[in-house]
T-cell receptor, first 114, second 108 residues
Framework: DAGVIQSPRHEVTEMGQEVTLRCKPI?????LFWYRQTMMRGLELLIY????????DSGMPEDRFSAKMPNASFSTLKIQPSEPRDSAVYFC????????????FGSGTRLTVV | KNEVEQSPQNLTAQEGEFITINCSYS?????LHWLQQHPGGGIVSLFM???GKKKHGRLIATINIQEKHSSLHITASHPRDSAVYIC??????????FGTGTSLTVIP
């Protein structure tokens, strides 16, 4: 298995633009997580899905952020409109359950909003 | 108030030393997750545990539910163990609380 695949690896965008980050989880995993990491705030969980259903989105900072998982093999995190404070590394991870084994992280997307 | 506290923040060790990283939490948990972040930024899940002890190679994680404390031990440390180690407490409502990380440097 190729692991959790995130795209793009790097994204530079102008303030106000829409940004879409993509994640392909490991086949067979039924939980998917989106994290954000910054120097100021460290690692934060934004949202997670179980069997394609959003379970907890309390970490999503505001309405500009939205996440979808239309099927078991694909998820997106969208920021619209983007702001400079959204600059961070965004990680996607998948596992066989929230408290289960097989927890695997993607390589991350480094987002810079100028 | 931080729900999860890690210590030490920074740690330098000589190759071969036994290393302990501590994680204390204030919430009732379902599980505690240890993560390793390499200097290149990649994150690896080390352990997910809710009781007792788990071992993988030279890494051992323990948890004391009554004391709300977990430790990560590295035996016979090696320069390739140099990384940031992060603990995350997952409470009974599946909320995640992250420590700020322990930066470990192992010198040859």
């Amino acid at each position: 298995d190729a692991g959790v695949i995130q795209s793009p690896r790097h994204e530079v965008t102008e303030m106000g633009q829409e940004v879409t980050l993509r994640c392909k989880p490991i086949s067979g995993h039924n939980s998917l997580f989106w994290y954000r990491q910054t120097m100021m705030r460290g690692l934060e969980l934004l949202i997670y899905f179980n069997n394609n259903v959003p379970i907890d989105d309390s970490g999503m900072p505001e309405d500009r952020f939205s996440a979808k998982m239309p099927n078991a093999s694909f998820s997106t995190l969208k920021i619209q409109p983007s702001e400079p404070r959204d600059s961070a590394v965004y990680f996607c991870a998948s596992s066989f359950g929230v408290l289960s084994y097989g927890y695997t992280f993607g390589s991350g997307t480094r987002l810079t909003v100028v | 108030k931080n729900e999860v506290e890690q210590s030490p923040q920074n740690l330098t060790a000589q190759e071969g030393e036994f290393i302990t990283i501590n994680c204390s939490y204030s919430v009732g948990i379902s599980a505690l997750h240890w993560l390793q972040q390499h200097p290149g930024g990649g994150i690896v899940s080390l352990f997910m545990l809710s009781s007792g002890k788990k071992k993988h190679g030279r890494l051992i994680a323990t948890i004391n539910i009554q004391e709300k404390h977990s430790s990560l031990h590295i035996t016979a440390s090696h320069p390739r163990d140099s990384a940031v180690y992060i603990c995350a407490a997952i409470d009974t409502g599946n909320q995640f609380y992250f420590g700020t990380g322990t930066s470990l440097t192992v010198i040859p």
